[in-house]
């Protein structure tokens, strides 16, 4: 049945409960302990489980997110820049970092075109971590050529393509 109080509707069935605020945010509440399952053709392509985890290609999520694909990529990150900006995508990892539980980012994997050149589509996939007090900084490169750059208390280093060299502090 649909419903009207004010600058909200209301959708309901005695299963679930769709409210709409001012024809803007919505919020979904399922009323039984059952998780509620996306359906394309009658075949289930997500499912948000009644534990709170999101399953794409599964309908039983074993982590807070699980894509599960008979694909080659199961999960693409594309950034939105022009063609000749060098801004990277990729994703981070954070944490709490004090008793009061605010969150900071700890480290970050990215990857980005390596030159700004129209039609040049060359990436590199970079590595970073943070030193206390510090900021997200990049400790290793893969190259569009496969030459990998160490970077940090080892001095920058590079490799040639294909080849690999191993350093310690010791």
Do not use: C, W
């Amino acid at each position: 049945s649909l419903a009207s109080l004010g600058n909200e509707s209301f959708i309901t069935n005695n299963q679930f409960l769709l409210v709409r605020h001012n024809n803007s945010a919505a919020i979904f509440d399922v009323h039984t302990n059952s998780s509620y399952e996306f359906q394309v053709n009658s075949s289930t392509k997500m499912i948000l489980a009644n534990n709170g985890k999101l399953g794409l290609g599964t309908t039983s999520p074993s982590r807070n997110l699980s894509i599960v694909s008979d694909s080659f990529y199961s999960l693409e990150l594309q950034g939105s820049n022009a063609y000749n900006n060098l801004v990277d995508t990729g994703i981070v990892f954070s944490a709490k970092y004090n008793s009061s539980g605010q969150i900071t980012d700890v480290a970050s994997i990215r990857g980005g075109r390596s030159s700004t050149a129209d039609g040049n589509f060359g990436g590199d996939l970079k590595f970073f971590t943070r030193v206390n007090g510090g900021s997200d900084t990049e400790r290793l490169k893969i190259d569009s050529s496969g030459g990998v750059i160490f970077k940090g208390a080892l001095a920058d280093h590079q490799t040639n393509a294909g080849a690999f060299e191993y350093f310690s502090n010791q």
